[in-house]
């Protein structure tokens, strides 16, 4: 027999939460993570998360939020001028990793999980949306496909393949050019005096500085990477986090990693640097090479280095995947207008990144 849960309140469900999260999700879909998202991040949304059991055995997880306002939201609204939406969107899940799949074992419970995600959309009127879809991910992709859901490619993961890595040096398995071009950069690093260690409380709020720094630089709205948030996760530190410094001479942090070890996976999440050092210290790459080690240490298959596929994630041996959202309207209008939408993000997307245009990925016909 099958049984839905839908929860308003995360502390309802966490122990069920936690143990799909670990076998079938990623630590983005961490039930702590999300836990802290929901109490520091800005604008109106609610929670509204789907458990699926079988026999009472919790057997799939769908973290979701109806959105009515959220700066990253509102952002991916009217960043496409031809086909701006308004509509609010029950979304899979928290922006704060483009990561949102329906957490099961297999396409019947996935399926299960999409058909119970779009009955909630239902409900409130809004665009059902999953955001973050892995394109290697054949069993989710099948099963949003065949529920109705328009899939398109409007982000790119960044992947390396650790299995032939060496633990000491891994830039041992990139071409050889790039590879000497690596390593007298991060000799450079070593010889000015930088390196690599575990942050610690008494590094918090140079931490948050450089962050929030990044995101003045990029002339980002702050509510977009709120510092009460960075505050709370490091404070926190949710299972599974791991949080770098790169320090000069002095101890002081000029870089740092937010990485989230999860399972055999490694993610290289958060990260920024004190640009004005960058040609003295290197830092940025050592971070890299340090992330990438430590990944291979703890015996992780496979390190992810974010979505923006810029050009020193190539350098360091990482290639692109399509990552997908998912859309489905409650209504044939309602449906076309966030198909139309979703296709607008995916044309921005590879007019922004034209070295992954290569990887773009297409729904296929409907079996």
């Known amino acids: 027999m099958n049984d839905f849960f839908s929860a308003t309140d995360t502390r309802q469900c966490k122990s069920d939460w936690t143990y799909v999260a670990q076998q079938y999700g990623t630590a983005f879909q961490n039930f702590e993570l999300c836990r802290i998202f929901e109490e520091t991040w800005p604008g109106r949304y609610y929670p509204h998360h789907i458990l699926l059991y079988k026999e009472d055995k919790p057997v799939a997880l769908a973290p979701a939020y109806l959105y009515e306002s959220c700066p990253r939201v509102d952002y991916y609204k009217r960043s496409c001028q031809e086909h701006p939406i308004s509509d609010p969107i029950f ?9 949102g799949f329906p957490c099961a074992a297999n396409y019947a419970d996935k399926r299960l999980v999409a058909q119970r995600f779009f009955t909630v959309a239902r409900q409130f009127n809004a665009i059902a949306m999953f955001a973050g879809i892995d394109a290697r991910d054949a069993a989710s992709i099948q099963a ?35 590879r000497h071009r690596l ?35 990029k002339r980002k709205n702050a509510d977009a990477l709120p510092s009460v948030f960075l505050a709370k996760l490091l404070e926190s530190a949710p299972p599974g986090l791991e949080v770098l410094v790169a320090v000069d001479p002095q101890d002081t ?36 090479e340090y992330s990438v080690k430590r990944a291979k240490a703890l015996g992780c298959n496979e390190v992810q280095a974010g979505r923006s596929p810029y050009q020193m994630k190539f350098h360091h041996g990482f290639e692109p995947t399509p990552l997908l959202c998912a859309v489905r309207g409650t209504s044939s209008t309602q449906h076309q207008r966030a198909a139309d939408w979703a296709e607008a993000l995916a044309l ?11 990887k773009k990925w297409e729904m296929q016909p409907v079996k």
């Open 91 to 99: 979304l899979s899940h928290a922006l704060i990793g483009w990561y």
């Open 144 to 178: 949003l496909q065949d529920e109705g859901f328009v899939l398109k490619h409007f982000h790119t993961l960044m992947i390396r393949d650790l299995t032939h890595a060496p633990v000491d040096d891994p830039t041992a398995t990139q071409p050889a050019r790039r």
């Open 183 to 217: 390593r007298n950069l991060i000799a450079r690093a070593e010889r000015a005096g930088c390196t690599i260690r575990h942050a610690t409380r008494a590094d918090h709020d140079a931490i948050i500085h450089l962050l929030t720094g990044m995101m003045e630089q």
């Open 253 to 288: 942090p000029i870089g740092v990693h937010l990485n989230l070890h999860w399972g055999s996976t490694y993610a290289m999440w958060l990260g920024a640097n004190e640009r004005s050092l960058l040609n003295q210290f290197y830092q940025s790459h050592l971070l890299y």
């Open 348 to 358: 921005r997307h590879h007019a922004i990144y034209p070295s992954v245009a290569y």
